[in-house]
């Protein structure tokens, strides 16, 4: 400038801030928490946005340097800002300056198509959705009938090719384009079994006079005909546990890209109504769009776009043709090992299956861990259940033990767990798209993660018989899924160093001796743990008398853990202010770091108590 002055760097790329953009709140989060100490020491102001934040919230972290936020979050609230009906309600800078974007590929490319759409109630019409559905299910039930008699006349003809012929009687199938119509036939069936529903009134027939006709299923005062195309997509080209799965009494969309839930959506134009009334789920009141925006035309408002991804360069003309950018691959710092092989494809799935499977069992047999990617929810676990079944019989135990990684609730809430076992030695993980799942895969196992996972299981181990005896509380199925989740959690790792807690009560551990204190946990972790068993059985006691849900027990048990944690990272720091770094391992644990820790655990006592009363 003509003073002299020359800013620096962060205020040139502050026009507007400079927008992180991550796959989901979880990495949006975390990132802010690593990153933000470095770009505060720097001068910087750091912020992250999560999903339902509030609009001060949301102004106050856009206002900063630098924004960690998830690209679905950064087009609602720019839809939001458009739809404002006052100043007070925009979120967004006045200008985009800098973006970000991690997993580039993903969000630029994979799902640059799909429309975020802000949308407003329609008037309430979920009882004539469930008598559509109703006619509808006959009409599907019956159709499903001719294919099995049909299949059972021809066994050696494929499935798919008579389930094909059977449907094209009554249904006009684009099954690239995901849509349908009625032949004459099923239309005729479909007007027959509508009339037969209690509610069904064809107004304009009962106005002119006349018994209704076939015509007025498209031509009356209500969509008959049109609500029942949409009933019959839901039935023919939306799958549980590959577009939507059912969680807690209602759908939700399974993003066929990533394998992520997306619970904020909702399919429109009715399907997603439909949908529900084909689960048996509350219907909710449709919606219609006012405002829609997609990822590529939305990051072209930014001033200066860049990203990074491991896997652009085979997207790299797409990147230049439609944002401009261009794709420049940094160098491993020591020669790649991994091998890529050539494609191979395969006539039939069983016999694309015999070979996972003959690949799976030359990794247990070499002790290697691998990962099996898969497409959707319900492939991951058709590769689950050929993968037990069809393994040799000296690997049953091995098979016993792959780890399943996809969408469904059970699932997703061991996410990290899963991925912490996932390298050790002979360990089988099955996942879904893995994009943004944000933990590494370390070979041999992830320490941190696998130590957490065994104080886990012993917690749960005092939690689980508070569990299977209240069925009337949790129900069968729930209480199953806390054993099964148990199980879930034991690492293929040794345990001898929690024997001495495997007691029924608390107060049947011994004092440790000078030598369990040394080769056993860390004095502050076998204080935390006892206070979270402790916990553990005092929740298990009162299950029945509070009502509480296994998830209410795990979130208590983890907390307690997090509170050692507190203490474990305090105690370290002040022994490396007293001692520096390169001495710890030298300390002797009982008459050094057991004070420290006491001391700490003490001081700390107060602050620490919410955790343990949960």
């Not at 933990?439 to 749960?460: A, F």
């Not at 998830?551 to 509170?563: E, G, N």
Request: hydrophobic share 45%; charged share 20%.
């Amino acid at each position: 400038s003509s003073s002299g002055f020359v800013h620096p760097p962060h205020m040139r790329l502050h026009v507007g801030g400079v927008h992180v953009v991550t796959v989901n709140d979880y990495l949006a989060a975390r990132d802010a928490e690593w990153m933000g100490k470095v770009y505060r020491f720097l001068g910087l102001t750091v912020g992250a946005i999560q999903s339902n934040i509030s609009i001060d919230a949301a102004k106050a972290a856009y206002s900063c340097h630098v924004t960690y936020v998830t690209g679905q979050e950064l087009c609602f609230n720019y839809l939001k800002d458009n739809t404002a009906q006052t100043a007070s309600e925009l979120m967004l800078p006045d200008i985009l300056g800098f973006a970000i974007v991690d997993e580039v590929d993903s969000i630029l490319i994979d799902e640059s198509r799909n429309p975020m759409i802000i949308s407003q109630p329609r008037a309430d019409n979920n009882q004539l959705v469930v008598t559509v559905d109703a006619a509808v299910r006959r009409l599907w039930q019956l159709i499903m009938r001719s294919v099995d008699v049909a299949v059972a006349h021809n066994p050696n003809k494929p499935r798919a090719a008579i389930e094909a012929e059977v449907k094209a009687r009554y249904l006009v199938l684009d099954t690239k384009q995901r849509s349908l119509s009625l032949s004459q036939e099923g239309m005729a069936l479909l007007f027959q079994l509508l009339a037969e529903q209690p509610g069904v009134v064809f107004r304009r027939a009962a106005r002119e006079g006349r018994p209704p006709t076939i015509m007025d299923l498209w031509e009356d005062d209500m969509p008959w005909g049109n609500m029942a195309i949409t009933s019959l997509k839901a039935y023919q080209y939306f799958n549980c546990g590959v577009q939507y799965i059912v969680r807690d009494g209602q759908v939700v969309i399974v993003d066929e890209s990533t394998g992520r839930v997306r619970p904020i959506s909702r399919y429109s134009a009715g399907l997603h109504q439909a949908i529900e009334a084909k689960e048996n789920v509350e219907v909710k009141p449709d919606s219609h769009a006012t405002a829609s925006i997609t990822f590529q035309v939305f990051f072209r408002f930014y001033q200066k776009l860049a990203g990074m991804t491991g896997t652009a360069k085979s997207a790299a003309a797409e990147f230049y043709e439609i944002y401009g950018l261009r794709v420049v691959p940094i160098p491993t710092n020591k020669p790649p090992r991994r091998k890529d092989l050539p494609l191979r494809l395969y006539y039939t799935d069983k016999d694309k299956y015999a070979y996972i499977v003959s690949v799976v069992e030359a990794c247990w047999e070499e002790g290697r861990p691998i990962l099996i990617g898969t497409s959707n929810v319900n492939e991951s676990e058709t590769v689950l259940a050929v993968l037990q079944e069809w393994c040799r019989p000296g690997f049953r135990h091995l098979a016993a033990r792959v780890q399943l990684l996809n969408a469904k609730p059970e699932n997703v809430r061991l996410e990290a767990q899963v991925v912490a076992q996932a390298g050790l030695p002979s360990a089988v993980t099955i996942a879904t798209n893995m994009a943004g799942r944000g933990t590494d895969i370390i070979l041999g196992g992830n320490p941190e993660g696998l130590t957490q996972m065994g104080l886990l299981r012993l917690i749960y181990r005092h939690l689980i018989p508070g569990l299977t005896p209240a069925p009337a509380v949790l129900g069968g199925a729930e209480a199953q899924a806390a054993a099964s989740e148990l199980d879930a959690l034991c690492p293929a790792m040794p345990l001898d160093v929690f024997n001495i807690y495997e007691v029924k009560d608390v107060q049947e551990i011994q004092p440790r001796s000078a030598a369990d204190q040394q080769n056993g946990l860390p004095r502050e972790l076998h204080l935390a743990l006892l206070a979270a068993i402790m916990l553990a059985q005092v929740g298990g006691k009162g299950l029945a008398e509070q009502g509480l849900r296994h998830d209410d027990l795990r979130a208590m048990a983890s907390a307690a853990l997090s509170a050692a944690d507190v203490v474990r990272r305090t105690t370290l720091r002040r022994l490396k202010e007293t001692y520096g770094h390169t001495k710890l391992q030298e300390l002797n644990f009982t008459a050094v770091v057991a004070p420290k820790a006491d001391t700490v655990f003490n001081e700390l006592c107060d602050s620490l108590q919410p955790y343990y009363m949960g």
